[in-house]
């Protein structure tokens, strides 16, 4: 069989094979190579701006939002304002995540974990993203300020501010308590969520907002150990770049045993039914038996036995959101 290829006349995409089968000429058509459409591309490209706002992160921040909001209205508060606040609170997450992946750019490129985001792929300029990133902040300062209140509109500035210039800028690559102190801008939506529907704070978000500060380490560490060759490449001193197995799942114990405390001091100060407190209990030593269990195995390693941090890393997601989803059932519960 001899074959002959030539490029088609009838464009670039296209090319035709003639091949002779027992003598007999026969041409062969093959499939027209993709080309990126106009919407094709379009789509792309909002995918790309998309995944700078990291919204996996901005779901576990709007699943704290509402039943916050529930829980402060007793009761469902009206339409306009839980859609007003979760906009605008899923604008500033947004626009904080966006406006750290710009300043983390350097690091992401290192990392294996990071390093097909958009800023890294060239799939978004480093330009655009700073651009992106300001804008998408002042939409939802903006926006809180007209459709919420001036409190939720100020808390939302503070947690941008805290999570860029706190965490990304001078924490991350300073200290080991990164993500413990860093942590605080994830532990706002609670705030803003109570603010939008009482214009004001009072001691039952601010046990919430512990409950989200000493949740964040264990629910952080894991990860870190799990790519500590990541950030140890890209000169991040996470917890567990610098420190043992041993000590990071004691410190991982001690903030576990201290969130489990904030879930209960809200019993009494938002008058939470036994419903909420048998769950809040019952997850918490659920939760505990899981970090203790991993400490377990981090102060004695066994041959083929692994630490299962990921396990816990996935644990914790489910605690929290069990946790609130109690807490914004609780207020419709007639005990």
Known sequence: MRTASHASTDGPTTSRVVAEVGGTPRSVEPSPVAVPTGLAHARARVAAYVALTKPRIIELLLVTTLPTMLLAERGFPSVGLVLATLVGGAAAAGAANVLN??????IDEVMNRTKRRPLVTGEVTPRAALVFGYALGAFSLVWFAALVNLVSAGLALLAIVLYVVGYTMLLKRRTPQNIVWGGVAGCMPVLIGWSAVTGGLAWAPVALFGVIFFWTPPHYWPLSMKFRRDYA???VPMLPVVASDARVSREMVAHTLAMIACSLVLVPLASMTWVYTAVAVVLGAWFLGA?????????HPRPGVRLGE????HASITYLSLLFLAVGIDPFLPL
């Open 291 to 299: 970090t203790i269990a991993l400490m377990r195995r981090a102060h």
């Open 233 to 235: 490449a890209a000169g």
């Open 310 to 313: 990921m396990r816990l890393f």
């Open 101 to 106: 992946c710009y300043l983390d750019r350097d």
